[in-house]
């Protein structure tokens, strides 16, 4: 008999007798690799996941123009600047100025002319009086929020 067949098989069926416990054990693994696969792959759909929003933009950031200052003196003491008024060149929100520049004083603003406001007043009286011989910039920082 041929050893390169299994016993009963018949001329041309082929059948390897070597090894052929190699290849049952190769299979059963894959079988149970795949079944393995398929049962961690129904665990992770099983997520429930919120529906969210993400986004990527770009707007354009445009500054002021800031005209018709007017720094107006403490009419008893005129050494003293006691409010700064302008104008902005669009609506704003928030409005705060500097004055000097080694400084750490903002002064807050107020819109002298809502809803439209575009014109602001700021009072430099609270927190460090400001002097007319101290300012050295205006500096404003302005927020259409």
């Known amino acids: 008999m041929d050893e390169s067949r299994a016993v009963g098989a018949t001329?041309?069926?082929?059948?390897?007798?070597?090894?052929?416990?190699?290849?049952?054990?190769f299979?059963?693994?894959?079988?149970?690799?795949v079944i393995a696969g398929f049962a961690v792959n129904g665990v992770t759909?099983?997520?429930t996941v919120p529906n969210a929003n993400v986004g990527d933009g770009s707007g354009t950031v445009s500054g002021y123009t800031?005209?018709?200052?007017?720094?107006?003196?403490?009419?008893?003491s005129?050494?003293?600047?006691?409010?700064?008024t302008f104008t902005t060149s669009a609506a704003a929100g928030t409005v705060k100025i500097k004055l000097v520049a080694a400084g750490s004083t903002w002064y807050s603003c107020a819109s002298t002319?809502?809803?439209?406001d575009t014109t602001w007043s700021c009072d430099t009286t609270v927190g460090t009086q400001a002097t007319a011989?101290?300012?050295?910039?205006?500096?404003?920082v302005a927020t259409d929020t």
């Open 11 to 25: 001329e041309g069926e082929g059948i390897p007798v070597k090894g052929s416990k190699h290849i049952t054990r």
């Open 27 to 33: 299979a059963a693994a894959g079988a149970v690799a």
């Open 45 to 47: 759909a099983a997520n």
């Open 66 to 76: 800031i005209t018709n200052v007017s720094y107006n003196l403490n009419a008893t």
């Open 78 to 84: 005129p050494q003293n600047v006691d409010t700064v």
């Open 113 to 116: 002319n809502a809803p439209t």
């Open 133 to 140: 011989a101290a300012i050295d910039e205006l500096r404003v």
